[in-house]
T-cell receptor, first 116, second 111 residues
Framework: GAVVSQHPSWVICKSGTSVKIECRSLDFQATTMFWYRQFPKQSLMLMATSNEGSKATYEQGVEKDKFLINHASLTLSTLTVTSAHPEDSSFYIC????????????FGSGTRLTVV | GENVEQHPSTLSVQEGDSAVIKCTYSDSASNYFPWYKQELGKRPQLIIDIRSNVGEKKDQRIAVTLNKTAKHFSLHITETQPEDSAVYFCAASIGDYKLSFGAGTTVTVRA
């Protein structure tokens, strides 16, 4: 079945630094990528949606200059948290959609970000 | 946008009993309703889904029902087992696009 590899699985960074999270579709072409943030014991909140080769569409309240999304190819999308602060600490998870047999939503394994 | 409400937030059942989780959605254009199981620190796993042209779907011990008129759908787990303990999320989407998730239900199955 469709597989999405997400890296890193966890990262600790200092305040003010940037962190890049990668999601790769291993056996299908991800035409659409959804990026979610999940705080402890809460639901998944959609941050942005990106289609390959296009600019991402951000949900209301999500700062696009802080959360940079790149979806330059059909197998790779990245989320960069710029100038991270402790309040950005969260579980970030991607979900990819393809076509045909990969038409469903395939989730990455998530990245636990801790900003100290 | 779509608003999905999920109840209860926590559910404790005796092993072997049934568990029912209910969700309501706001946008009548929603046509895809998946249910996910998420264990701590792991990715959500799709356990069952239903589309708006179907009223009920069953897969072994798990079933989902959809009432389009009332705009609600429910997850039913029968003969619960300890490994069913997890957080369950309902979701809804319009046109198979972005998913809107419910707040989640923490299910605990007591042995």
């Amino acid at each position: 079945g469709a597989v999405v590899s997400q890296h890193p699985s966890w990262v600790i960074c200092k305040s003010g630094t940037s962190v890049k999270i990668e999601c790769r579709s291993l056996d299908f072409q991800a035409t659409t990528m959804f990026w979610y943030r999940q705080f402890p014991k809460q639901s998944l909140m959609l941050m942005a949606t990106s289609n390959e080769g296009s600019k991402a569409t951000y949900e209301q309240g999500v700062e696009k200059d802080k959360f940079l999304i790149n979806h330059a190819s059909l197998t790779l999308s990245t989320l960069t948290v710029t100038s991270a602060h402790p309040e950005d600490s969260s579980f970030y998870i991607c979900s990819a959609r393809g076509t045909g047999d990969a038409y469903g939503y395939t989730f990455g394994s998530g990245t636990r970000l801790t900003v100290v | 946008g779509e608003n999905v409400e999920q109840h209860p937030s926590t559910l404790s059942v005796q092993e072997g009993d049934s568990a029912v989780i209910k969700c309501t959605y706001s946008d009548s254009a929603s046509n895809y309703f998946p249910w996910y199981k998420q264990e701590l620190g792991k990715r959500p796993q799709l356990i069952i889904d239903i589309r708006s042209n179907v009223g009920e779907k069953k897969d072994q011990r798990i079933a989902v029902t959809l009432n389009k008129t009332a705009k609600h759908f429910s997850l039913h787990i029968t003969e619960t087992q300890p490994e069913d303990s997890a957080v369950y999320f309902c979701a809804a989407s319009i046109g198979d696009y972005k998913l809107s998730f419910g707040a989640g239900t923490t299910v605990t199955v007591r042995a």
